[in-house]
């Protein structure tokens, strides 16, 4: 079973600023399609951000112009970039990577079957309060 091992998250004030990171070298095709999501209590998991093997980005609404995806050069190390956080960024952020570029967005009736072929990172927590 591949493991994706997630570093990073904790607490923070409404505006702050954190960044999370993901290993994804033990899975070697992970390049291909690469994400972030969150579960926040009471609500679906849902896609925050997302990068595929050429570097086009999708994020979802409420975090574009806040949050980054990104990798390293090797495309080994995905990370998440978070500034301005809001309460309502508070949640379990997980990184999830798949073995293909067709089908790589984060919503969509073929989304969840898509992620759910991937591998997926232990989960972080996220929490920004006052």
């Known amino acids: 079973q591949v493991k994706l091992a997630q570093s990073g998250g904790g607490s923070v004030q409404p505006g702050g600023s954190l960044k999370l990171s993901c290993d994804t070298s033990?899975?070697?095709?992970?390049?291909?399609?690469m994400g972030w999501f969150r579960q926040s209590p009471g609500k679906e998991r849902e896609g925050v951000a997302r990068?595929?093997?050429?570097?086009?980005?999708e994020y979802e609404d409420s975090v574009k112009g806040r949050f980054t995806i990104s990798t390293d050069n090797a495309k080994k190390t995905l990370y998440l970039q978070m500034n301005n956080l809001k309460p309502e960024d508070s949640g379990n952020y997980y990184c999830?990577?798949?073995?293909?570029?067709?089908?790589?967005?984060?919503?969509?009736?073929?989304?969840?079957?898509?992620w759910g072929n991937g591998y997926w990172g232990q989960g972080g927590q996220v929490t920004v309060s006052s």
């Open positions: 999830p990577a798949v073995g293909a570029r067709v089908g790589c967005a984060l919503a969509g009736p073929r989304a969840r079957g898509f």
């Open positions: 033990a899975y070697t095709r992970a390049r291909y399609c």
């Open positions: 990068i595929d093997g050429d570097d086009i980005t």
